[in-house]
């Protein structure tokens, strides 16, 4: 089999799998969907985000609060840029100084957790601390985003 085969297959395998995974997740992307776009009469604007998979929803209403939310395959953020730097639940939680970490990176990492346990997320992360640096979910999360691998929180 020839390279250009080998690729192209490897490419078909991935995108087979991404579908499945967004298929397997849609009711939590559902809850996402709506969400924002019960938002957009209060300034949420959706946009297509290609290299994290998702529908997101920028500029979400949140009197008192900031970040995201992402719900399957839809992030729902309250800032005009998902590619910002945030601070880690670590650091937030004051276990030491981090590097800021990419909002798009960490969210990215929740986007693909969704899409391996789809509606046993939402079940699980709850059970794991919800959010909270204790949750291993977030310190899954920061650590793709600082290394760009280890998503997977077990």
Known sequence: ??????????????????????GWTLPNSALGALAGLACMPWGARPEWRRRECALAFRCMPAPGAGGALT???VILYTGNDLDTPCLTYAHRAGHGHQPHISLADHERAHVYQYMVLGP??????????GI????????????????HRGWWPW
């Not at 297959?9 to 499945?20: D, E, F, I, P």
């Not at 909270?132 to 290394?147: L, M, T």
Request: a positive charge; charged letters at 20%; hydrophobic letters at 45%.
């Open 71 to 73: 719900l399957g395959n």
């Open 1 to 22: 089999m020839s390279k250009q085969h080998e690729t192209a297959g490897t490419s078909a395998l991935r995108v087979l799998v991404v579908l499945l995974g967004m």
């Open 132 to 147: 909270s640096v204790r949750n291993r979910f977030e310190r899954a999360a920061d650590r793709y985003a600082q290394h």
């Open 120 to 129: 046993l997320f939402l079940p699980l992360y709850a059970l794991c601390g």
